[in-house]
């Protein structure tokens, strides 16, 4: 086998690739990596924060977010690649480690539901996408593909540096499941109450390229999906 690299140990690496030399010498762990090995590897992150338990169509934008991001796992599992996933919500961030095989995606489905259940029962607290993002970039290595489902108002201004430093030596693409109501709103006015403050308000369609421009200078891929489909 031909030496490829060696680079900085990623959570979810095989401790068994360890470089004794690498490491000893920076005071961090690093990992020999071989022509041989595969460089597919997929990262799911999941979006489970209170924007996104709500829905108007058939099932949650949170449902329909991890549905999708399940369906990309369960498609890299048939093609060989290597797994992880990261789920947020208002509790917090929690992790799958790399691995490969019908197993791991299995492991992955639980704790997307797991965390889903959790999330519906929680308050309302205001956790960041940073916290994933920062974690993200321990978990995938350099070349590998990283899918982050989210809302539209999923990523906040102060979450783009984490964003961009992730985006940096990888493939990220945003998947968005639009809800009907933001893909296609009605054209007649709607009553909005907030506490004692009461009025009509004429919703318009989810701006996608705006977002996509946003994305943009990060090297972030926008894919938006306005359908119940599936």
């Known amino acids: ?59 949650l934008r949170s449902v329909r977010a991890a549905r999708l991001a399940a369906r990309r796992g369960w498609k890299a599992v048939l093609r060989g690649a290597s797994l992880a996933a990261i789920s947020v919500n208002a509790e917090g961030v929690a992790a799958v480690p790399l691995a490969g095989g019908v197993p791991q995606m299995v492991r992955i489905s639980h704790m997307l539901a797991s965390r889903h259940d959790q999330a519906l ?19 995938s290595p350099p070349g590998g593909d990283v899918v982050i489902a989210t809302g539209p108002d999923g990523l906040a201004p102060e979450d783009e540096p984490a964003l961009a430093r992730l985006a940096r030596r990888r493939q990220v693409r945003v998947l968005l499941p639009l809800d009907t ?17 009461a009025c009509l308000a004429r919703l318009r369609p989810f701006d996608r390229a705006a977002l996509a421009q946003r994305l943009r200078p990060l090297n972030v891929s926008l894919e938006v999906v306005d359908h119940d489909a599936g």
């Open 1 to 59: 086998m031909d030496l490829r690299e060696i680079r900085t140990f990623a959570e979810g690496d095989d401790a068994r690739r360890i470089d004794p030399s690498a490491t000893a010498r920076t005071g961090i762990a690093h990992i020999r990596t071989f022509h041989e090995d595969r460089d597919d590897t997929l990262l799911l992150i999941v979006d489970f924060r209170p924007p996104m338990l709500w829905g108007t169509g058939a099932s």
């Open 121 to 139: 029962g929680a308050g309302g607290g205001a956790a960041s996408l940073e916290e994933a993002l920062t974690r993200a970039a321990r978990l």
């Open 181 to 197: 109501i933001e893909a296609a709103p009605p054209e007649g006015a709607l009553p909005i109450q907030a506490g004692a403050l």
